[in-house]
């Protein structure tokens, strides 16, 4: 999965080392590097924290496990309100894209 969404952007996926890497942290000095990224592709927002919180993420994500669910067995049981995760994802970012607010 994390493969897929890395090559959308086109980049190398790093593997989980089991190692819990808290975004907060990762992101503490990047407003500047975002600010030069948004003016250079003309996005809508060059201020990276109305985009993000990364000590939310942290809390959704900052688990020292890696999820990505799939729903194919709920859709062989019936629930046919579905989209694989890696198109939920792509879709997203179609749109992020669409409206500026990623490169």
């Known amino acids: 999965m994390w ?3 890395a090559d959308w952007f086109g980049i190398a996926a790093a593997p989980f080392d089991g190692t819990v890497r808290p ?3 990762q992101m503490a000095a990047d407003a500047e590097v975002w600010s030069r990224i948004a003016s250079e592709h003309s996005l809508a927002e060059v201020d990276l924290s109305r985009l993000v919180s990364p000590w939310h993420t942290d ?9 990505v ?3 194919s067995k709920s859709r062989e ?3 046919t309100a579905y989209q694989p995760t890696d198109k939920a994802f ?3 970012f179609d749109e992020l894209r669409s ?3 990623i490169p």
């Not at 809390?59 to 999820?67: K, N, Q, S, Y």
Request: proline share 4%; aromatic share 12%; glycine share 8%.
């Open 99 to 101: 409206d500026r607010l």
């Open 69 to 71: 669910t799939d729903m």
């Open 23 to 25: 975004l907060e942290k």
């Open 77 to 79: 049981f019936g629930f």
């Open 59 to 67: 809390a959704d994500l900052g688990r020292p496990i890696e999820v």
């Open 90 to 92: 792509f879709d997203l």
């Open 3 to 5: 493969e897929r969404i």
